[in-house]
């Protein structure tokens, strides 16, 4: 307790236009946040001030980061703002991981356990760290996930009018000391109280309730025993990993890389995918593991690898994940309602939902609409094809949820990670895939473009068009803009991607993407094609799905308009 009162400041600022939080929150380069003046201190007090009156008094938020550069002080900043604005019964409680530190899911998690009215998350994904990379802030809602239309638009209208925010600036907080920490501010009858939490321990405590350790420990023990590699990509699941898998699984210590997290890390983008994990897929090609995963930055990403590097495409994962769910007791108690995806992902899922008489739903991307289906009790699984997987049992998108989950697949079937793979091929039919990414594009130039080709694709008379490519013929069945109604509230997502379905079930779609750093658009292709014959399962992703891509490529002229000679990711 300190022993004088703490004063609580009232700085005058002006407004900044260019904070509407986007799909992930508020991202920009890390020096608008860092070098701008204010910048950081306008949205914090936008966010808080946007809470609900009615939530306002006494309430607690969760803050956490994924470890990148400028999480600490801003760590600081919040706490130093949510205690002033405490004094105005907005806050009365902060809980903070260790050293700053929580993984996405685990915020999720906590928010949940201790009934907290949000949280605010410092991370950026899987977009690189350091000074001169990304940083952003995301505020996840009282049932833990992110925030919705509404609240992001209140927010952008409090920063659009902002003249003053509050702040304690003498207020210091350490971060490493864990336990309560609490400050008597000036004209505040009770103290403000902030608890440093470790950033593990209650997110572990969720997962034992969902799975069956002793079974996943089985798997690291005897003559058959899984050998796994595990790389944390120096973001904040470290801990999580070394806590979870080795400590209370008992995979050996090595099975785990790169678990410290860096500001930076390690001078490579936090993406769990073929481009950038690419020391765990060489790892994986030696034949020495049978198992392999990577996680992005925050946790809430994570890749999948097989032996000699098979690789799991996510929207595959997310089908066998439906397919053998009984694997895990969560599941075997309470049932499976329902299943969600995104529109970019491929249709696995609905093959695997048809086939267990459950309901399949359709989404925008982006977290916040499965949150609405799981509230209502009808979604038990759901997935998104940029390498994210969740449950009911948070809010979020769960990278090492989704790796226990394979792993309890793997210890209920014994088979390994291949021929799950591929025996859900011969079940259900395979769903090539992939997504071609245009980064750093134009704004202007993107715009225009998804705007020349939704006209294309409007127009009465492509619906009947067919393209020739090769051997190959594909006719249209049906082309629009995705529009989504959620089935609980009513309201109404427009223009959340241009599809293209032919005749053959195969599909093109086409997104601009609005969760970048600042740094241009980007805009994605997805193709998919069904294969039914097992015969024809083991071709190369890219032969069967180039005359697809073709046809995208053709219809809109993406190389033409912008420059590019070809995309800088292909997933």
Not at 269 to 279: Q, R
Not at 298 to 306: E, H, P, S
Not at 367 to 392: I, Q, V
Request: charge should be neutral.
């Amino acid at each position: 307790m300190e022993t004088n009162p703490i004063p609580v400041l009232t700085v005058q600022t002006a407004p900044f236009e260019d904070q509407r939080p986007g799909t992930n929150g508020l991202r920009r380069k890390t020096a608008v946040f860092e070098g701008k003046k204010n910048y950081l201190q306008n949205y914090i007090q936008s966010l808080l001030s946007s809470i609900d009156l009615r939530d306002r008094q006494g309430c607690t938020m969760v803050v956490g980061s994924d470890g990148r550069y400028f999480s600490r002080a801003a760590t600081e900043v919040i706490v130093q703002m949510a205690a002033a604005n405490g004094v105005r019964k907005k806050i009365g409680r902060l809980v903070v991981g260790h050293n700053g530190l929580l993984s996405t899911p685990a915020v999720s998690c906590i928010i949940r356990k201790i009934k907290a009215i949000g949280g605010i998350i410092l991370t950026a994904s899987h977009n690189p760290g350091g000074p001169a990379g990304d940083f952003g802030i995301k505020f996840n809602v009282a049932n833990g996930g992110p925030s919705s239309d509404t609240v992001m638009e209140r927010i952008c209208q409090v920063s659009r009018t902002l003249e003053e925010y509050a702040i304690c600036p003498d207020l210091r907080i350490d971060l490493s000391r864990l336990g309560r920490q609490e400050f008597d501010l000036e004209n505040k009858f009770k103290p403000f109280r902030v608890e440093i939490v470790d950033s593990v321990e209650l997110y572990l405590q969720l997962l034992r309730n969902i799975f069956d350790f002793n079974a996943l420990k089985g798997l690291f023990v005897g003559p058959d025993q899984l050998k796994i590699h595990i790389d944390a990509m120096n973001g904040v699941m470290g801990p999580y990993v070394r806590r979870i898998l080795c400590d209370e699984l008992g995979a050996p210590a090595n099975s785990a890389v790169n678990c410290v997290p860096l500001e930076d890390f390690g001078g490579r983008p936090p993406e769990p995918n073929l481009t950038y994990a690419t020391s765990l897929l060489d790892a994986m090609k030696g034949g020495d593991f049978g198992f392999g995963a990577a996680f992005d930055a925050d946790g809430d990403r994570y890749m999948i690898l097989g032996e000699k590097g098979f690789f799991v495409n996510p929207s595959d994962s997310v089908a066998i994940m439906a397919a053998n769910l009984s694997s895990v007791p969560y599941f075997r108690q309470l049932g499976v309602k329902g299943f969600a995806r995104s529109v970019a992902t491929s249709t696995a899922l609905d093959r695997v939902a048809k086939a267990m008489k459950l309901a399949l739903y359709e989404t925008p991307t982006g977290w916040r609409y499965f949150g609405n289906l799981m509230d209502s009790g009808r979604c038990s699984l759901c997935g998104e094809e940029s390498f994210g997987t969740g449950s009911d049992h948070i809010r979020e998108k769960d990278g090492l949820w989704s790796v226990l989950v394979w792993l309890s697949i793997i210890a209920s079937r014994k088979n390994p990670v291949e021929q799950i793979v591929r025996e859900h091929w011969a079940t259900f039919g395979r769903n090539y895939f992939c997504r071609f990414d245009y980064e750093g594009l134009d704004p202007r130039a993107a715009f225009y473009l998804m705007r020349d080709l939704e006209s294309v694709i409007s127009d009465k008379a492509f619906t009947s068009q067919k393209f020739a490519v090769g051997e190959h013929v594909y006719s249209v069945e049906r082309a629009d803009n995705f529009e989504y109604i959620d089935p609980v509230d009513g309201t109404v997502a427009r223009n959340q991607g241009l599809r293209i379905v032919f005749t053959d079930a195969s599909r093109l779609v086409f997104r601009m993407s609005g969760s970048g750093g600042g740094t241009g658009a980007t805009i994605r292709i997805y193709a998919e094609s069904f294969e039914r014959d097992a015969e024809r399962h083991g071709r190369e992703t890219q032969v069967v799905l180039g005359p697809l891509i073709a046809i995208a490529l053709k219809i809109s002229n993406v190389h033409e308009r912008t420059g590019r000679r070809g995309p800088n990711v292909i997933t």
